[in-house]
Structures are given as structure tokens and as C-alpha cells.
């Protein structure tokens, strides 16, 4: 069983940055991949970003190449999701999730474990 906690969600204007830690317990972080996704209201949940187990391989949803990185720490059993130059539309409660196999998928049924998620909120 895995335990995962979102922080780091919150208010920002548009170009600002957050960063967003998912801190996992019950399991260590090196046996299990790791993913993002997020959903805004009315929308169907999406894949953000994937880091596979051991953090050997990073992927990214187009709509974040190149202002969202994921991260994560061994030593502090922690996933992290940076995100820089936001938009008013990359407003969402994200969510991180856990899977038992190698690899980070885009598929949300694809995970074995989610925490509750976090608001970002981002203004015009």
C-alpha cells in the first residue's frame, strides 16, 4: 500500500511558477513509478507528467514540454512537479499518482495508487 500527499498548490497570475511535492509513504519511492495529472471542472482527468521507477525516464504531456519538469528524491521519498510560465489554463486540482510497475503511462487506470490533489489556481 502506498500513501501519497499533494502540497504546494495555490493561487498564482499567469507567467508565475509553483512547485508542486507529492510525499509518498508506505512503499519506497525507488519501487514504483510515479505520474501527474490534473482536472480542471468539467473536464476528464489528464496525464501532466511521468517520472519511471528509479527516475531513469521523464515524459511530458505536450501542452507542458518545456515549463513543467518533474523530479523526484530517493532520500525524501518525495515526487515533485515544477512548473514554470503558467496559464490560466493550466488551472486544475492535480493529482499524483503511483504505479507498481517500471514504466509511467499516460493512462490514469494505469495506477495502482492517487492522493487527494491540489488546487492551482491560475489568474489572468
Known amino acids: 500500500q502506498v500513501q501519497l500527499v499533494e502540497s504546494g498548490g495555490g493561487l498564482v497570475q499567469a507567467g508565475g511558477s509553483l512547485r508542486l511535492s507529492c510525499a509518498a509513504s508506505g512503499r519506497a519511492f525507488s519501487s514504483v513509478a510515479m505520474g501527474w495529472f490534473r482536472q480542471a471542472p468539467g473536464k476528464e482527468r489528464e496525464f501532466v507528467a511521468g517520472?519511471?521507477?528509479?527516475?531513469?525516464?521523464?515524459s511530458y504531456a505536450d501542452s507542458v514540454k518545456g515549463r513543467f519538469t518533474i523530479s523526484g528524491d530517493n532520500a525524501k521519498n518525495t515526487v515533485y512537479l515544477q512548473m514554470n510560465s503558467l496559464k490560466p489554463e493550466d488551472t486544475a486540482v492535480y493529482y499524483c499518482a503511483a504505479r507498481r510497475n517500471p514504466s509511467a503511462p499516460i493512462l490514469a487506470g494505469a495506477y495502482d495508487y492517487w492522493g487527494q490533489g491540489t488546487q492551482v489556481t491560475v489568474s489572468s
Open positions: 517520472i519511471s521507477r528509479g527516475g531513469g525516464s521523464t
